[in-house]
Structure formats: C-alpha cells, structure tokens
Nanobody, 124 residues
Framework: QVQLVESGGGLVQAGGSLRLSCAAS????????MGWFRQAPGKEREFVAG????????YYAESVKGRFTISRDNAKNTVYLQMNSLKPEDTAVYYC?????????????????WGQGTQVTVSS
C-alpha cells in the first residue's frame, strides 16, 4: 500500500522559508510524476509544483515560480518543496500527491495517491 507522509510545515513570517518533505513508501517510484498541491480555507485545491522522478523535469504554478523549488531524492524515495520568500497568500494546507504516470498534470484528479497534508501559515 502506497503511503505519502508530509512534514516540514509550520508558522513563518513573510519573507521566510520552509522546506516540505514527502516521504513515499509502499513502492519505488521510477518514471512517475509527483506533485505538490495546496488548499487555503474557502478556496479550491490548486497545483503548486510537480516533478518527474526519472527525468527530473519540473513544472510550477505561476504564483510560485522563482520562489519555490521542487526536487527529489530517489535513494530516499522523498520529494521536497523548498519555499522561499513566503507570502501570507501562501498560507494553506500543502499536500503531496503521486501519479502512476509520467506526465505532470496540474489537476488533482490525475494523481492516485495523497498524503495527509501539512499546514503552512505565513504571517504578515
């Protein structure tokens, strides 16, 4: 059974940084896509960033380009989201998701596995 466990969330002041981790277990991901999504109160879930395990190709939402970096450690079966220059509007629950396919989709319905989420709160 595939499990994704996020960690690294917390409270940070605007302009600060956090690094989220997503540890995957239950299978070894090879040419599959991983994504980070977020959901703020009263808003729909939105795509943040995605990466292909094999190629390392990445995609980002326009709102986080230049501030967030997604990466993976194949040996640890872990995906990271480095978040810099955080803004209050980045406040949300952040979810890690894994797909059985190689394409990095921006819609959550294309991801089969989800973590429980980790809260990120950015104060102004």
């Amino acid at each position: 059974q595939v499990q994704l466990v996020e960690s690294g969330g917390g409270l940070v002041q605007a302009g600060g940084s956090l690094r989220l981790s997503c540890a995957a277990s239950g299978r070894t991901f090879s040419n599959d896509a991983m994504g980070w999504f977020r959901q703020a109160p009263g808003k729909e879930r939105e795509f943040v960033a995605g990466i292909n395990w094999n190629s390392g190709i990445t995609y980002y939402a326009e709102s986080v380009k230049g501030r967030f970096t997604i990466s993976r450690d194949n040996a640890k079966n872990t995906v990271y989201l480095q978040m810099n220059s955080l803004k209050p509007e980045d406040t949300a629950v952040y979810y890690c998701a894994a797909s059985n396919g190689a394409i990095i989709f921006r819609t959550g319905k294309n991801y089969e596995y989800w973590g429980q989420g980790t809260q990120v709160t950015v104060s102004s």
